[in-house]
Nanobody
């Protein structure tokens, strides 16, 4: 059973930065894709960013230019660097990974951005 453990969430003022980490119990280099999603109170979970084999990255329009997804293969960890945070970024952030045909999710980490 693969485990994904997120960390790095917290409370930050608008305009600030946070870096989320997702530590995997399996090689992230061998994954088909890894991604971050988020779920704000009363809203559906939404995709934020992803990184696929070959290190191609994609971002939701709402975070493009502010968030950066990356991975450290030696540490089996995926990161989400979040800059210029806005109150609307407040959500529980989830790490997601695909080792086809299986999909795994972490338990989530809370990010709260105060205005």
């Amino acid at each position: 059973q693969v485990q994904l453990v997120e960390s790095g969430g917290g409370l930050v003022q608008a305009g600030g930065s946070l870096r989320l980490s997702c530590a995997a119990s399996r090689s992230v280099f061998s994954s088909n894709a890894m991604a971050w999603h988020r779920q704000a109170p009363g809203k559906q979970r939404e995709w934020v960013a992803s990184i696929i084999s070959g290190d191609a990255t994609n971002y939701a329009d709402s975070v493009k230019g502010r968030f950066t997804i990356s991975r450290d293969n030696a540490k089996n960890t995926v990161y989400l660097q979040m800059n210029s945070l806005k109150p609307e970024d407040t959500a529980v952030y989830y790490c997601n990974a695909v080792w086809a045909p299986h999909v795994y999710w972490g338990q989530g980490t809370q990010v709260t951005v105060s205005s």
